[in-house]
């Protein structure tokens, strides 16, 4: 089975008509992962695929944005009869299983441990489902975060989550087919911390990626203008993340 990526949604930093916030359906070998599990993104994961089949959820990090739907996961799993045959393991910062617990009001997530099975990410993880290869690398946000690589068969996606620049977005993008990157901001202020990229520093990051898949724009930019500055930093072909399109590679 080739590798491949479906959009299920790209908007930041709150849903939009038809724009649900971050998510987005991995396939490839034999294994099926949810990578962000943004507001509206659970839905659209419906229309391709029965979430109880899935091989993992992976998890950037817990902003809202890019993790909220685990919540519509659980009320699917747990009493809409969507019940997995066995625990589904979720990649995700250290905290997701307290926070999730602690929305639904329990002390703990081990009411959940029938459904989903919670392992922690860190700088370097590796895991393998069938012949999908998951690889986290640590990047630079204002909570703990991490990009993804994910090889199989000799196709390689990377996808940068939230960040800024970091030395661990090139590194992630280089030899990939197609790095998914954010462009979230129009520009950096001053001496803010950078946690988010401009399209500018997509194309830099992407520069070894065959290539640049734009994803995330943020409410101060449009997608066309987004696109328009990542192509013309970018080498390689430049495109724009859309809802419900998939890429095969």
Known sequence: MPLSLTVLGTASPHPRPGRPCSGYLLRGGGAEVWVDAGPGTFAELQRHTDPA??????????????????????????????????????????????RLAGFLGRPDAGFLSGVLDFRPLHDGHAVRHWNLRLTARAVAHDIEAYGLRAECQGSVLAYS????????????????????????????????????????????????????????????LTREAALQRAAAGHPGRTSAALEGVTRTF
């Open 161 to 220: 989550g939230d960040s800024g620049p970091c030395a661990a977005l090139p590194e992630l993008a280089a030899g990939a087919d197609l790095f998914l990157c954010e462009a979230t901001i129009d520009r950096h202020r001053g001496s803010e911390r950078q946690v988010h990229l401009t399209p500018e520093d997509a194309a830099a990051c992407a520069r070894g990626a065959r290539e640049l898949l734009v994803t995330h724009v943020g409410p101060t």
């Open 53 to 98: 089949r899935l091989s993992a959820i992976w998890i950037s990090h817990l902003h809202a944005d890019h993790s909220a739907d685990l919540l519509a996961a659980v009320q699917a799993f747990v009493f809409g009869g969507l019940t997995p045959p066995a625990p589904i393991p979720v990649y995700a910062p250290r905290d997701c299983a307290r």
